[in-house]
């Protein structure tokens, strides 16, 4: 298979619902298949979300290019990840933001997507196992957080987080089936845009949802 030109195509697809070049550029440069299992490695340019173990997933690649799209970044943010997964969505950050903070709670999980991020030899990238509060306080505020898994609502520890002017992307609503929220933060007042319906694991710990 030759994942460059099933990258190209699956880009070229994305044209029709993702206006910013640069968000598209960058997930050009990304090799979705290092990210994916390798028994899955030939599916890794379909445009669908993918197993990569422990109940997890890699996102489809249409929803990392919207949330990505709608953090506006300009190479200049410093950017709060919570949910490494496989490290892909932390990839496609790193090549358009000055610096990723990204936070994962499975200890294995967070192992191989710094292996991997290491290996593609990314220099902008701080990856920690996540703490039981939510977000990474110690380096906050930051100019954008994005959330790779659902909550039950807009935790306020993470708006607290967030720089004045920021934007954050989260999926929330039930265990099973979110909307995709868009929150931009002013000194006075917090606006929210409904971006989509969508479909997200579960966010684990304070602020979200039991373990089960």
């Given at each position: 298979?030759?994942y460059?030109?099933?990258?190209?195509?699956l880009?070229?697809?994305l044209?029709?619902?993702?206006g910013?070049?640069?968000?598209?550029?960058?997930?050009?440069?990304?090799?979705?298949?290092?990210?994916?299992?390798?028994?899955?490695?030939?599916?890794?340019?379909?445009?669908?979300?993918?197993?990569?173990?422990?109940?997890?997933?890699?996102?489809?690649?249409?929803?990392?290019?919207?949330?990505?799209?709608?953090?506006?970044?300009s190479?200049?943010?410093?950017?709060?990840?919570?949910?490494?997964?496989s490290?892909?969505?932390?990839?496609?950050?790193?090549?358009l933001?000055?610096?990723?903070?990204?936070?994962?709670?499975?200890?294995?999980?967070?192992?191989?997507?710094?292996?991997?991020?290491?290996?593609?030899?990314?220099?902008?990238i701080?990856?920690?196992?996540?703490?039981?509060?939510?977000?990474?306080?110690?380096?906050?505020?930051?100019?954008?957080?994005?959330?790779?898994?659902?909550?039950?609502?807009?935790p306020?520890?993470?708006?607290?987080?967030?720089?004045?002017?920021?934007?954050?992307?989260?999926p929330?609503?039930?265990?099973?089936?979110?909307n995709?929220?868009?929150v931009?933060?002013?000194?006075?007042?917090?606006?929210?845009?409904?971006?989509?319906?969508?479909?997200f694991?579960?966010?684990?710990?304070?602020?979200?949802?039991?373990?089960?």
């Open positions: 298979m030759n460059e030109t099933a990258r190209s195509a880009v070229n697809n044209k029709a619902h993702i910013d070049e640069h968000v598209l550029e960058a997930m050009l440069r990304v090799p979705r298949e290092f990210f994916v299992s390798p028994d899955e490695k030939h599916l890794a340019y379909e445009d669908r979300p993918l197993s990569i173990g422990m109940g997890q997933t890699i996102s489809q690649p249409y929803i990392v290019a919207l949330m990505t799209e709608a953090l506006e970044l190479s200049r943010e410093k950017v709060l990840e919570i949910g490494t997964g490290g892909y969505q932390t990839a496609v950050l790193a090549e933001s000055k610096l990723v903070i990204t936070v994962e709670r499975i200890p294995e999980l967070a192992r191989q997507a710094k292996d991997r991020l290491d290996v593609l030899g990314y220099k902008n701080i990856a920690e196992i996540a703490e039981p509060e939510i977000g990474w306080q110690a380096a906050a505020p930051y100019e954008a957080i994005i959330v790779t898994a659902a909550a039950p609502y807009i306020e520890k993470l708006l607290a987080q967030l720089a004045v002017g920021g934007r954050m992307v989260i929330v609503g039930s265990r099973y089936e979110q995709l929220y868009k931009i933060k002013y000194a006075d007042r917090n606006e929210i845009h409904n971006l989509c319906g969508c479909r694991v579960s966010l684990i710990g304070k602020d979200a949802w039991d373990e089960e």
